[in-house]
């Protein structure tokens, strides 16, 4: 069974950056496509990013292009998602999510639990 744990939130700075890493346990990633994904407080979940595993392409969400980038390591079996110039509205719960096929992150069949990013003075 596959388990995705979330690690490298915390508190930062407006303009600052965060590394998340999502790593992989009981299956490889290898042919599953990686979405991150994140819920703020009395919002809907929203899509961040997906990357492929079929050919490495990825998706942003328009309000992070240029500042977020999605990148996978498929020997340590984790993806990482570097955001950099982070705004206080991105305060939220992220979580990366194993699509079902190398292609697609929705629907996804394996959630992490979250990891908490504060972005505030």
């Known amino acids: 069974q596959l388990q995705l744990v979330e690690s490298g939130g915390g508190l930062v700075q407006p303009g600052g950056s965060l590394r998340l890493s999502c790593v992989a346990s009981g299956l490889t990633l290898d042919y599953r496509a990686i979405g991150w994904f994140r819920q703020a407080p009395g919002k809907e979940r929203e899509g961040v990013s997906c990357i492929r595993s079929s050919n490495g392409s990825t998706y942003y969400a328009d309000s992070v292009k240029g500042r977020f980038t999605a990148y996978r390591d498929n020997a340590k079996n984790t993806v990482y998602l570097q955001m950099n110039s982070l705004k206080p509205e991105e305060t939220a719960v992220y979580y990366c999510?194993?699509?079902?096929?190398?292609?697609?992150?929705?629907?996804?069949?394996?959630w992490g639990k979250g990891n908490q990013v504060t972005v505030s003075t």
């Open positions: 999510a194993a699509g079902s096929s190398s292609w697609f992150c929705l629907p996804a069949d394996s």
